[in-house]
């Protein structure tokens, strides 16, 4: 079963300490996609980039080692990989002896690649020499507009439109107000999201009360960002769109899904809920 009812979330759990890749649990991202109405090829490119801060296993001596990881999953992957079950297995290494941290990086790739469906890319640094960059999502802000704002949820796309009759624009538009929920636990899910365009001019009021309709909505961030996206296509049909959201950590890791009808990539710079 790869069912979100079926991953180990909002259930009773034995935190094990020793390597054990069964843990982690696939779900498949077409069931979500069919209800956006995506389809091979996938009208963007993106990745998930996962941070992780509670990484810790033993040297060959029985020393514990601790670091910061950095995952990279693939947009086009079969299957996002559920969070909880993605902590459980990092856990997992506490007291599992590990040559070094290329061992243990070449490890993950591993089981990760196989339950993701896709290369998945690992990169673990010491927290004592991870370059921690700290930066807000670049953008204006359109938090401040003096909206009033009466739905919640469901996500109602029709706020979404555009100026036709203004010329062309190339913008940064960005929000802190995100917020949707688990779709097992329902559990809050913070973030802060950047749209970037070309295109005509998206009207901002209704940009905002569209990105608060997530407020009570269920679905997992990766689901959230590639709904944002197909939304914004759609309805405001930009010759150029990325979406990037960057989401609090939960369990020591952070989520945050990139998609974009360009090839370039987010940096990972840290925000500051993050």
Known sequence: MTTPEHSPLGKHTVYADRYDPSLLFPIPRQSKRDEIGVREPLPFQGVDIWNAYELSWLDMHGKPM????????????????????????LNGFAQEPVANAAALSALLQQDLTRVAGAVVTVTIRSPRTAQHVFADLAGE?????PVTIDHYGPPKADY?????SAGIVEETLLSDLLRSNC??????????????????????????R??????????????????????????????????YARYTRRGGLDINPFRSTDKALPDNARGARQ
């Open 183 to 208: 779709p097992v636990t329902g559990q809050p899910d913070w973030g802060s999201v950047q749209i970037a365009y070309r295109g005509a001019p998206i009207d901002r009021e209704g940009l905002l």
């Open 66 to 89: 601790v670091g910061v990881a950095e995952f990279h999953v693939p947009a086009n992957s079969p299957n996002i990989i559920e969070s909880k079950s993605f902590k459980l297995y």
């Open 160 to 164: 979404l439109h555009v100026d036709d």
């Open 141 to 145: 802000s359109i938090d401040a507009l």
């Open 210 to 243: 569209y990105l608060v309709s997530f407020r009570t909505h269920n679905e997992f961030h990766e689901q959230c960002v590639e709904r944002i996206f197909t939304d914004v296509m759609t309805y405001c049909a930009p010759e150029r769109l990325s979406v």
